[in-house]
């Protein structure tokens, strides 16, 4: 998982112990056209997307003062099945369905927190600037 500058020692075993459970999840059979992408800038961390999801791949990223508080989520993007059931069930209109090469390539950029090993938008800014 890449350091996500975690302040609370909860919130930091929350994210690890999450990135220990995706490991075991079943892998995908084969890539879809399209991949849900969560865009945490504008995401309340609700839940609500959780449910619909029909291969369990949306994961909490806790927040990183307060676990709960501020927490967003994350698609697994190597386990979206593309169904666009969150997105549709997103109240806050933050899950946009992207062509694949195009989730992959834009998702760090609206990734604050993840706890999938998938770059960050922080990452991204660094990459830039070296
Ligand atoms: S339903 Fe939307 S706002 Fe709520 S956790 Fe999912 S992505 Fe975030
Ligand atoms: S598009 Fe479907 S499979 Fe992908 S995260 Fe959303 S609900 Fe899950």
């Known amino acids: 998982m890449p350091d996500a500058g975690y302040k609370n020692a909860f919130s930091e075993s929350k994210a690890s112990e999450t990135a220990r459970e995706r490991a075991q999840k079943p892998p995908r059979k084969k890539a879809p056209p399209k991949l849900a992408v969560i865009n945490q800038s504008g995401c309340t961390g609700c839940e609500a997307c959780i449910v619909f999801c029909p291969v369990d791949c949306i994961e909490i990223v806790p927040g990183v003062d307060h676990t709960q508080m501020q927490q967003v989520v994350e698609v697994d993007l190597a ?46 800014t660094s990459e830039a600037a070296a």
């Open 79 to 124: 386990r979206c099945i593309g169904c666009a059931l969150c997105a549709k069930n997103c109240p806050w209109d933050t899950i946009p369905m992207l062509p694949y090469e195009q989730a992959i390539k834009e998702a760090p950029q609206m990734t604050l927190i993840s706890v999938c090993g998938q770059k960050t938008a922080k990452d991204v």
